[in-house]
Nanobody, 126 residues
Framework: QVQLVESGGGLVQAGDSLRLSCVAS????????MGWFRQTPGKERLFVAA????????YYDDAVEGRFTISRDNTKNTVYLQMNSLKPEDSAVYYC???????????????????WGQGTQVTVSS
């Protein structure tokens, strides 16, 4: 079992920045790919960013490329999502996800991930 706890969400204005954190416990974090997804009411959960277990490979949705940065600290079992130049359309509940992966890569599909956090709300006002 893996427990994931996100934090760092909040209400900000357009153009502001936020950093989300996700702390994992319960299983080998350093051999896991980690992802961030987001969801708005009535819509499907969408890919935002992912990172391989080494941190060498990162993947982004086109909508956030250049504004968001995913990173991880395996000594702290934590993955981060730095979000800059936020837009109202970035408003959503953000979820982190865990995929035990012996290969140093990451998946961009939600179905790849075995464990999910409870989500943290990000609201960007115009």
């Amino acid at each position: 079992q893996v427990q994931l706890v996100e934090s760092g969400g909040g209400l900000v204005q357009a153009g502001d920045s936020l950093r989300l954190s996700c702390v994992a416990s319960g299983r080998t974090f350093s051999r896991s790919a980690m992802g961030w997804f987001r969801q708005t009411p009535g819509k499907e959960r969408l890919f935002v960013a992912a990172i391989s277990w080494s941190g060498d490979k990162t993947y982004y949705d086109d909508a956030v490329e250049g504004r968001f940065t995913i990173s991880r600290d395996n000594t702290k079992n934590t993955v981060y999502l730095q979000m800059n130049s936020l837009k109202p359309e970035d408003s959503a509940v953000y979820y982190c996800a865990f995929d035990y992966s012996p290969v140093d890569t990451a998946c961009t599909r939600s179905g790849c991930y075995d464990y999910w956090g409870q989500g943290t709300q990000v609201t960007v006002s115009s």
